[in-house]
């Protein structure tokens, strides 16, 4: 019955499709390697740096072929032995109410999903990581890591989920009601969380280098841009890996950098960093990131809207007795296609505001050296690959490639 459904071939097309997308794309920024420091980055990266940096991304991109197949192989198997009927099967033995049966239902495979994926998180972190110096997490760490997010998803989660499940259940305009909840409820989130929840997972202090401060209020006052607070962040506890950002809205806007990121970098380069930072608060990027999630959200819940409540979706799936849950986690796989290239919009105009930050740093140091030198160190530390193929960089960079930016930084 499954082979004669539209839904069945709909899904196995999206989900096999997908994999063989992220394999050409894999194999064509391989091809794309170039086996010589690019001429730009000579005298600012050796042969060894270079020659390190690709086999970083040879043995990274090795392992994302691996794990992409056996997790595709592991649902496939899953799908088509009945797995769906079983995981089915024992929720209605439960008893309970169609909401509580939806929230077990749904977390049951969020747990399954979790210990999948588990094995290769753990190894990415703690042998290819490791083994190219990023890694600085204990297994302590990355056990509590996944135990808070747990936490996290289920004080968060499971209430907007039950909400969600009410309203798909009850109301003819569903989809406009959780579009609408669902926004309110992420812009809620984006406020409270890096006063409540980043400090669950990161330590802030406040910058003691007072020299450092005054330049970073200086610079925050003469692009006035007003800053509350700076802190610094134990990243090192994770990762060798920099970063800096601002949380926070209006006069209470914070700033948060990376102990990495003070360790390695000059000032001006910090400065640079910071000022690129502040570039897409003046350009006003997250607005706009903003409404383009807010509308990609909106299409979801309207398709949603025409596909849950069609029993042929659920019977795709080994389903008898359809339920708006299932139709949940039947319609993600679904959307997979259309959120791929919601994505692909989403990280080209990513890309273009990257440029922007540049040239608003650019302006704001007055010279395109500070920000050059910052990138291309991190480009060396982080191992980057300077010439990755325009199809892989299509599909998943939200930054532009370094060669890319440190041409349209000196343009003149």
């Known amino acids: 019955m499954m082979f004669s459904n539209p839904w069945f071939w709909t899904a196995l097309i999206a989900t096999v499709g997908l994999w063989k997308l992220e ?7 391989m091809s794309a390697l170039s086996p010589k420091v690019p001429k730009r980055l000579e005298g ?22 691996l794990s992409d197949s056996i997790q595709l192989g592991l649902f496939l198997g899953f799908w088509f032995a009945g797995g769906f009927g079983w995981v089915d099967h024992w929720v209605r033995g439960l008893g309970l109410g169609e909401i509580q049966s939806g929230l077990v239902l749904l977390s049951t495979l969020f747990v399954l999903q979790g210990l999948l994926i588990l094995p290769f998180d753990w190894y990415d972190t703690f042998r290819i990581e490791a083994a190219f110096g990023f890694n600085k997490m204990t297994l302590g760490t ?30 003819p305009l569903a989809a406009l009601y959780a579009w609408m909840v669902v926004t309110a409820f992420s812009l809620v989130l984006s406020f409270l969380s890096p006063r409540l929840i980043l400090p669950m997972f990161f330590k802030f202090q406040p910058l003691e280098d007072a020299e450092l401060k005054a330049a970073i209020m200086e610079l925050s006052r003469k692009l006035e841009f007003p800053v509350a607070e700076v802190s610094v962040v134990d990243g090192s506890k994770r990762s060798t890996k920099a970063n800096a950002f601002f949380t926070g ?45 807010v509308l990609s959200t909106g299409l979801m819940f309207a398709l949603m809207h025409f596909a849950i409540h069609d029993p042929r979706l659920c019977a795709a799936f080994g389903i008898t007795q359809p339920s708006v849950a299932w139709g949940f986690a039947f319609f993600g796989i679904l959307f997979q296609p259309v959120s791929t290239l919601i994505g692909l919009l989403g ?66």
């Open 44 to 65: 600012t990266v050796t042969e060894e740096e270079h020659e390190r940096a690709l086999e970083y991304a040879r043995v990274s991109a090795r392992f994302s072929v």
């Open 142 to 171: 990355f056990i509590m890591d996944r135990v808070k997010g747990l936490f996290l998803a289920a004080l968060i989660g499971l209430p907007l989920l039950a909400l969600l499940l009410h309203l798909f259940t009850s109301y």
């Open 23 to 29: 394999m050409l794309a894999t194999f064509l920024n």
């Open 249 to 293: 809205f209006g006069k209470t806007k914070r700033i948060a950098l990376f102990d990495t990121l003070l360790q390695n970098h000059s000032r001006d380069e910090i400065l640079a960093v910071l000022a690129h930072e502040i570039g897409h608060c003046k350009r006003r990027h997250v607005p706009k990131q903003l409404a383009l999630s």
């Open 347 to 412: 990280s080209w105009m990513s890309r273009k505001f990257e440029f922007e930050a540049d040239a608003f740093a650019r302006e704001a140091m007055a010279s395109p050296k500070p920000l050059v030198d910052a990138l291309t160190r991190l480009t060396r530390d982080h191992l980057g690959n300077p010439t990755p193929h325009p199809f892989y960089v299509t599909l998943h960079y939200s930054h532009p490639p370094i060669l890319q930016r440190l041409e349209a930084l000196e343009a003149t």
